[in-house]
């Protein structure tokens, strides 16, 4: 289908009107006008200028791409497409245009000329000063290099805060560990009062928590699961044909037309004609971020009975609620705990007042066997395993300082229906007992029905015969 953009000249006190079409690639997502100039840019990632009021159009497409090769010393042929363009607040010809690949050109004259952003790493989120025409202010990821992942260095990484003086030219970092940020200029009149060089931003000045994410890892799984458990899974799926490439980040996915291999940090390059990236996800705190209180970990802020402000509930992925066994605010992306979520925000909001106080469960299906988790293990520095990883068959149980707090089992029937009860009624065993296997599942099940367990599920009938 052909895109077109109509021009249409009223001529006034005549009867005629001039129309005009041009055709673009895509149906347009934004349009800027600095005087004559206009610029375009389709859902495709294409930007159109047009120097003469909309009369004649130029796709500029090849300039971005040419523009980045040079600047970035970039071969990627996907290259020039772009996501967005931001006129600066202070002069409408300064335009930012960011693309794919955090790639970013600048142009001071609408478009005419354009200079790909270059600082050195790749930026994500800019900021025009308000006032200041050549400031700006932009995020970027500190990334592992390919030396550190190489040596299998421990390596993590952390927003910085950069800062240019001189329209993208060239860029100083200001902050490291960086959460959120904005100039402390709102508007003209505060500037008044307000010194123009402020910069408004939250980071953790201990550096550690939330942005340190580890980009190396041993085994897969190995976050939630614990090198012991990992290693057993990674074992199943190499039984099964699944070959790993571990500690070798992505630098580049390639291909003319479609994706034909995937270039790695170590130097292989694999062949591919299908990429699936599971490569998490972030919260999309958006509409919220500038009203409630968001965590570190993302999600919206919210006390134990899911409010988070004055009649204004977070209940699922996005809620971040303090986890009633270690009061620490947690972000849970399972379904079960979604649906329960809703249920006691909904209790909540008809005023009968009700703690969240779940144990979050899930299961996953790896080849013929099935993992069962249950409890909130993050942060877990001891992997206690009863049973024999090598036949994937087996109870872990997952403990910070001393305390039980997660366990994952194996072709272990209803190992996680028990666990998950006797965390609920805070009757686990020690790890210490665990360890030294002064204690086993069917203890811990005689202690869960010593205590006339009703089972706290949906299921209840069905999960009590089972126990
Ligand atoms: C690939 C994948 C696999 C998963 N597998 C499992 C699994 O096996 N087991 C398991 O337990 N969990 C799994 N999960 C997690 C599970 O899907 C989530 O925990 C669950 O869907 C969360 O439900 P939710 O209602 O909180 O959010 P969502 O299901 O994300 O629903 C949020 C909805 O809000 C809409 N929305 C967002 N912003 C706005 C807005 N501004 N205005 C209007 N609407 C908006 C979104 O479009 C979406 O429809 C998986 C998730 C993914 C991505």
Same mark, same amino acid.
């Given at each position: 289908?052909?895109?077109?953009?109509?021009?249409?000249?009223?001529?006034?006190?005549?009867?005629?009107?001039?129309?005009?079409?041009?055709?673009?690639?895509?149906?347009?997502?934004?349009?800027?006008?600095?005087?004559?100039?206009?610029?375009?840019?389709?859902?495709?990632?294409?930007?159109?200028?047009?120097?003469?009021?909309?009369?004649?159009?130029?796709?500029?497409?090849?300039?971005?791409?040419?523009?980045?090769?040079?600047?970035?010393?970039?071969?990627?042929?996907?290259?020039?497409?772009?996501?967005?363009?931001?006129?600066?607040?202070?002069?409408?010809?300064?335009?930012?245009?960011?693309?794919?690949?955090?790639?970013?050109?600048?142009?001071?004259?609408?478009?005419?000329?354009?200079?790909?952003?270059?600082?050195?790493?790749?930026?994500?989120?800019?900021?025009?000063?308000?006032?200041?025409?050549?400031?700006?202010?932009?995020?970027?990821?500190?990334?592992?290099?390919?030396?550190?992942?190489?040596?299998?260095?421990?390596?993590?990484?952390?927003?910085?805060?950069?800062?240019?003086?001189?329209?993208?030219?060239?860029?100083?970092?200001? &902050?490291?560990? %960086?959460?959120?940020? +904005?100039?402390?200029?709102? /508007?003209?009149?505060? *500037? $008044?009062?307000?010194? =123009?060089?402020?910069?408004?931003?939250?980071?953790?000045?201990?550096?550690?928590?939330?942005?340190?994410?580890?980009?190396?890892?041993?085994?897969?799984?190995?976050?939630?699961?614990?090198?012991?458990?990992?290693?057993?899974?990674?074992?199943?799926?190499?039984?099964?044909?699944?070959?790993?490439?571990?500690?070798?980040?992505?630098?580049?996915?390639?291909?003319?037309?479609?994706?034909?291999?995937?270039?790695?940090?170590?130097?292989?390059?694999?062949? &591919?004609?299908? %990429?699936?990236?599971? +490569?998490?996800?972030?919260? /999309?705190?958006?509409? *919220? $971020?500038?009203?409630? =209180?968001?965590?570190?970990?993302?999600?919206?802020?919210?006390?134990?009975?899911?409010?988070?402000?004055?009649?204004?509930?977070?209940?699922?992925?996005?809620?971040?609620?303090?986890?009633?066994?270690?009061?620490?605010?947690?972000?849970?992306?399972?379904?079960?705990?979604?649906?329960?979520?809703?249920?006691?925000?909904?209790?909540?909001?008809?005023?009968?007042?009700?703690?969240?106080?779940?144990?979050?469960?899930?299961?996953?299906?790896?080849?013929?066997?099935?993992?069962?988790?249950?409890?909130?293990?993050?942060?877990?520095?001891?992997?206690?395993?009863?049973?024999?990883?090598?036949?994937?068959?087996?109870?872990?149980?997952?403990?910070?300082?001393?305390?039980?707090?997660?366990?994952?089992?194996?072709?272990?029937?209803?190992?996680?229906?028990?666990?998950?009860?006797?965390?609920?009624?805070?009757?686990?065993?020690?790890?210490?007992?665990?360890?030294?296997?002064?204690?086993?599942?069917?203890?811990?099940?005689?202690?869960?029905?010593?205590?006339?367990?009703?089972?706290?599920?949906?299921?209840?009938?069905?999960?009590?015969?089972?126990?």
């Amino acid at each position: 289908m052909r895109h077109i953009i109509l021009l249409l000249i009223i001529q006034c006190f005549a009867s005629n009107i001039d129309v005009q079409i041009s055709y673009i690639d895509a149906p347009l997502i934004n349009i800027h006008w600095c005087s004559d100039t206009v610029l375009a840019l389709t859902s495709k990632g294409s930007v159109y200028r047009s120097d003469d009021r909309g009369r004649q159009w130029t796709k500029m497409s090849e300039i971005f791409h040419r523009k980045a090769l040079i600047q970035l010393e970039d071969s990627d042929e996907r290259v020039g497409i772009v996501n967005n363009l931001v006129p600066s607040p202070v002069d409408k010809s300064l335009v930012l245009f960011t693309g794919t690949d955090q790639i970013a050109w600048i142009s001071l004259d609408c478009g005419k000329t354009i200079t790909a952003v270059n600082a050195g790493k790749q930026l994500r989120e800019y900021q025009f000063h308000p006032l200041e025409k050549d400031w700006i202010i932009a995020s970027a990821w500190k990334q592992c290099g390919s030396d550190e992942l190489l040596a299998g260095t421990p390596c993590v990484s952390y927003k910085e805060l950069l800062l240019s003086q001189d329209t993208g030219i060239t860029w100083h970092q200001i &902050a490291t560990y %960086v959460n959120q940020f +904005t100039w402390g200029v709102k /508007n003209k009149e505060m *500037a $008044k009062y307000t010194p =123009k060089e402020r910069i408004l931003a939250s980071f953790e000045p201990q550096g550690k928590g939330h942005q340190s994410i580890s980009n190396s890892t041993t085994v897969p799984f190995e976050r939630v699961l614990g090198k012991e458990v990992g290693g057993s899974l990674q074992k199943l799926h190499e039984a099964n044909g699944v070959e790993f490439e571990l500690n070798a980040g992505v630098k580049r996915i390639g291909g003319v037309g479609q994706v034909q291999r995937v270039d790695l940090l170590n130097g292989k390059s694999l062949q &591919a004609d299908l %990429v699936i990236l599971g +490569t998490g996800i972030q919260p /999309n705190n958006k509409l *919220a $971020k500038d009203q409630l =209180k968001i965590s570190p970990n993302g999600g919206i802020e919210t006390d134990v009975f899911l409010k988070a402000a004055k009649n204004v509930y977070a209940s699922g992925d996005i809620s971040s609620y303090p986890y009633w066994v270690t009061g620490e605010h947690v972000r849970i992306e399972h379904q079960n705990e979604a649906v329960r979520q809703g249920y006691v925000a909904a209790l909540n909001i008809l005023g009968r007042p009700t703690p969240l106080t779940d144990v979050p469960f899930f299961w996953t299906r790896q080849w013929d066997r099935t993992l069962a988790y249950s409890g909130v293990g993050q942060g877990f520095d001891e992997v206690i395993v009863d049973g024999d990883l090598s036949q994937q068959k087996f109870v872990a149980y997952y403990a910070r300082k001393g305390r039980v707090v997660a366990s994952a089992s194996m072709n272990t029937p209803n190992a996680q229906m028990i666990i998950s009860e006797a965390l609920r009624l805070n009757v686990m065993p020690s790890a210490e007992d665990l360890k030294e296997k002064k204690v086993n599942l069917d203890d811990i099940k005689k202690i869960v029905l010593s205590k006339g367990s009703s089972c706290h599920c949906k299921r209840a009938g069905q999960c009590q015969s089972q126990l």
